[in-house]
């Protein structure tokens, strides 16, 4: 079941620039979706327009079953938001930034559920002290608290990992995974491609305003992902022998490793002839193996190719 719905969505700025070109897209329920894309590629805007911050130009959103225009307080009620920049009342203490923003939805104060939120996120120690004197990281972390405040059932976390230590980093996938088995679907933009690689359980990719592919992220890299063999020689090569040509081989290492790439995708490798190949010529290696293309690898590739 869909928990985000967007169809034929648009956005033309007034400066004429087209942010966003004719995107659809089904987010379901309870997965972690990560949104890739490089800097300018539509992301934030996307982000922004399901969120209520920037009108669309044409198309429909739908967020837990409410039209973000239409039906605007419901749908926003159901949405958390921890945005790139932080935004915070300097001034306000945590626990007093945390529960105002839980009312201005309109939800009965419920302290237990705030002290729950805090804990999770190790701010409750902190719940007295005033932003201004948190550092960055735990600045962030207030953000998600505010975020979760009034119990949303979608998540965005835009690049959550933007100037955060690798402590935050690593804390704040585990409570993503957390808040996931909880129900709480989360939508994560991102740069850091292992972040996606770690934890999403479908990858979008956004260049240019327009969805280039959204795949289950396993699927993607033995999709696309091309893999290659490396030969540790026994005898170090200077030019790799004209009647090999046909194999696209590489010299690595000084000469030493010969490379091979090969597609996934392929019913035949070609290994198996390759290394006949070697032997009738006496190449002798002292080991091999393989390694798969990482999502940033893909992720590079797809760019590209659009």
């Not at 087209?18 to 379901?28: G, P, S, T, Y």
């Not at 009108?55 to 409410?66: D, I, Y």
């Not at 203490?93 to 009312?103: A, C, E, K």
Request: net charge negative; hydrophobic share 40%; charged share 30%.
């Amino acid at each position: 079941m869909s928990i985000i719905s967007i169809k034929n969505l648009n956005k033309t700025y007034s400066s004429g620039f087209e942010a966003l070109k004719d995107v659809n897209l089904e987010i379901r329920a309870g997965e972690i979706f990560a949104l890739l894309g490089p800097n300018g590629a539509g992301k934030t805007t996307l982000i922004s327009i399901i969120c209520g911050i920037v009108t669309p130009s044409s198309g429909e959103v739908l967020a837990g079953g409410h039209n973000i225009l239409s039906e605007y307080r419901a749908a926003r009620s159901k949405i958390g938001l921890v945005p790139q920049e932080l935004t915070t009342d300097a001034f306000e203490s945590v626990w007093s930034t945390v529960n105002f923003s839980r009312g201005l939805f309109g939800k009965p104060k419920d302290h237990t559920y705030v002290e729950k939120v805090l804990r999770q996120l190790s701010l409750w120690d902190k719940k007295d002290t005033k932003l201004r004197a948190l550092s960055g990281g735990m600045k962030r972390r207030v953000m998600i608290a505010k975020a979760l405040s009034h119990e949303p059932e979608i998540l965005f976390l835009d690049e959550p990992s933007a100037g955060v230590d690798v402590e935050l980093r690593r804390d704040m996938w585990d409570m993503v995974r957390e808040l996931r088995e909880s129900g709480v679907t989360i939508i994560l933009t991102t740069h850091y491609i292992e972040e996606a690689e770690e934890m999403a359980d479908r990858v979008g990719v956004i260049n240019g305003g327009e969805i280039v592919i959204v795949e289950d992220k396993t699927e993607l890299m033995q999709k696309l992902g091309k893999k290659e063999l490396r030969l540790q020689l026994q005898n170090a090569m200077t030019e790799i022998p004209d009647d090999l040509s046909e194999y696209n081989l590489k010299l690595d290492a000084d000469g030493t490793e010969l490379v091979y790439s090969f597609d996934t995708k392929q019913e035949h490798t070609g290994i198996a002839e390759l290394l006949r190949k070697l032997y009738k010529k006496d190449i002798d290696f002292k080991d091999l193996n393989s390694s798969k293309s990482s999502l940033e690898e893909i992720f590079v590739e797809l760019v590209k190719e659009q």
